[in-house]
């Protein structure tokens, strides 16, 4: 004899245990679904990402050697061709017989000069080898003393020591040399200096470049009216996101440059 003899009652039966049941194994069944989809779709996004980085870095690598084999085919062609002018024209002096030949000759050489050491200063820029800064250092280090000495401008370099293999773009790297080039060209033309002191430092994330003279100073506002230099500056700075202050003293004038590291 039937439990119930009534089926709807088993239908109620029905109703109110299996079918929540059913309805869960759907519901984990879903959330199961849901879940594995959503992972996919999280390592879709990753391998995309890193396709991307991959070919960021693959383009990276392939303009740096671009840069580097123009440098090195500038220093071996055009570099190789304005020393021989150059020695050409120091030669041709020695057999000049009128004034006149001496001066446009010399003027050929001069200009020769000039070009070569610009050249050189581009190679450096454009070959990937020397985006360090420690390379950047070195080469303003190895400048200045030349370029003082021949003013016969005494130098006190100072380093602070810390990792100098990291890494800066050529773009900064010949933008901060140019600013160099500019206040030491100041120094020579208008200060009167008889010593420069040089000191560079880091505190991450920037690299302090200090340059001091004993001169008579100058008024950067008055200076920046009747000429590029400090312009040029203020435009060198601006490009690759530093800064730069002077602070004149009666001993003398204190260019203060900041180089940000990381982009």
């Given at each position: 004899?039937?439990?119930?003899e009534?089926k709807?009652?088993y239908?109620?039966?029905?109703?109110?245990?299996?079918?929540?049941?059913?309805?869960?194994?759907?519901?984990?069944w879903f959330?199961l679904?849901?879940?594995?989809?959503?992972?996919?779709?999280?390592?879709?996004?990753?391998?995309?990402?890193?396709?991307?980085q991959?070919l960021?870095?693959?383009?990276?690598?392939?303009?740096e050697?671009?840069?580097t084999?123009?440098?090195?085919?500038?220093?071996d062609?055009?570099?190789?061709?304005?020393?021989t002018?150059?020695?050409?024209?120091d030669?041709?002096?020695?057999?000049?017989?009128?004034?006149?030949?001496?001066?446009q000759?010399g003027?050929?050489?001069?200009q020769?000069?000039?070009?070569?050491?610009?050249?050189?200063?581009?190679?450096?820029?454009?070959?990937?080898?020397?985006?360090?800064?420690?390379?950047l250092?070195a080469y303003?280090?190895?400048?200045?003393?030349?370029?003082?000495?021949?003013?016969?401008?005494d130098?006190?370099?100072?380093?602070?020591?810390w990792?100098w293999?990291?890494?800066?773009?050529?773009?900064?790297?010949?933008?901060?040399?140019?600013?160099?080039?500019?206040?030491?060209?100041?120094?020579?033309?208008?200060?009167k200096?008889?010593?420069?002191i040089?000191?560079?430092?880091?505190?991450?994330p920037q690299?302090f470049?200090?340059?001091?003279?004993?001169?008579?100073?100058?008024?950067?506002q008055?200076?920046e009216?009747?000429?590029?230099?400090?312009?040029?500056?203020?435009?060198?700075?601006?490009?690759?996101g530093g800064?730069?202050?002077?602070?004149?003293?009666s001993?003398?004038?204190?260019?203060k440059?900041?180089?940000?590291?990381?982009?």
């Amino acid at each position: 004899m039937p439990l119930f003899e009534d089926k709807t009652v088993y239908w109620v039966i029905i109703t109110s245990f299996v079918m929540p049941v059913l309805f869960g194994i759907g519901l984990i069944w879903f959330l199961l679904k849901f879940q594995k989809r959503k992972h996919q779709t999280e390592l879709e996004k990753k391998d995309m990402l890193l396709r991307e980085q991959q070919l960021i870095i693959e383009n990276q690598t392939a303009i740096e050697t671009e840069r580097t084999r123009i440098a090195s085919e500038m220093h071996d062609d055009l570099g190789s061709g304005l020393t021989t002018i150059r020695y050409l024209s120091d030669r041709a002096l020695k057999n000049v017989s009128t004034e006149d030949e001496k001066i446009q000759i010399g003027k050929i050489a001069e200009q020769s000069s000039a070009l070569v050491r610009n050249m050189s200063e581009i190679i450096w820029a454009m070959n990937s080898r020397y985006d360090t800064v420690d390379n950047l250092v070195a080469y303003i280090r190895h400048y200045t003393s030349e370029y003082l000495e021949s003013y016969h401008i005494d130098i006190d370099w100072h380093q602070g020591e810390w990792v100098w293999d990291m890494r800066l773009n050529g773009e900064k790297r010949r933008n901060v040399f140019l600013v160099i080039k500019e206040a030491l060209h100041n120094i020579v033309k208008h200060a009167k200096a008889s010593k420069v002191i040089i000191n560079v430092h880091c505190d991450l994330p920037q690299l302090f470049i200090h340059i001091m003279d004993n001169g008579i100073g100058f008024d950067p506002q008055l200076s920046e009216t009747k000429g590029n230099g400090l312009y040029n500056i203020r435009k060198r700075m601006n490009t690759i996101g530093g800064d730069y202050s002077f602070e004149h003293k009666s001993q003398g004038t204190t260019m203060k440059i900041l180089i940000p590291l990381f982009d």
